[in-house]
């Protein structure tokens, strides 16, 4: 009774909080650029995943709040064809497919086949040669802000881990970006619980956000989840059962939580 008495009020107030932002969302609006590049008229923003279909999975309420903004263009280093299945090249072909939802091009996401970056949960990558490819997409595309994975990489997937730690050494010892700076933030991974409680994570989200000073929140509303469903659904060859449960359940859908790594 007491846990009743102490959850209910808290997913109430957490349902609450999720229509309150999507109502407001300046409420977690917060400056994602570097001061030194606030006075561009255009910004450029990347995102770094390691398979196709990350990018729905995980950061589309991010992807989805940026694409609305006219002031900002985005790009997708996917450094995988998710070649696990043997399904490579039609997996190329349905991120190529589902990156139009969030309003990319083709000419804006890379896709990276490189067998020393093989999609496989049990091999390592090199962290020197993630760093080395992202900081040559990230010079050359004059880029301003950086999205990928934390340590955890959200589901322990290796690949996911090894994207964030490519990141954070291209971020920490690149002179380029000494000069010309750029910021990264690291997508939030949190327990199982938390991850597959839709919006009503929200005033948990929320709390870690207002502690984290320059850490950054996306919250998706119906329409953004819409349309990262509607991307999603163009990865049909991953498309099982429990994929189509995490559409429905999975925090990732609807909420991004981000800590500064640089």
Sequence with gaps: MIIAHVAIPLLILSALSYIFICWRPNTVAREIFPE?????????VLFVTAHPDDECMFFSPTLAALSRRPDVT??????????FDGKGEARKRELLKASVHFGLTPDSVIIVDDPHLPDDPKKAWNIALVAKTVEAVAAAGDVDAIFTFDHVGISGHQNHI???????HMAL????FK?????VYALESIGFARKYCSILDTIFAFGSFLVSREGQMFVADMQAY????QAMMMHESQLVWFRKLYLAFSRYMFINTYSKLN
């Design 226 to 229: 819409s349309t990262g469903v």
């Design 74 to 83: 985005i790009s997708l280093l996917c450094l995988s064809k998710g070649d």
């Design 36 to 44: 030194a590049k606030r006075g561009k008229k255009q910004k450029h």
């Design 179 to 183: 000069v010309q700076p750029l910021n």
């Design 173 to 176: 010892t690149a002179q380029r």
């Design 162 to 168: 090894a994207a964030y730690m490519g990141v954070k």
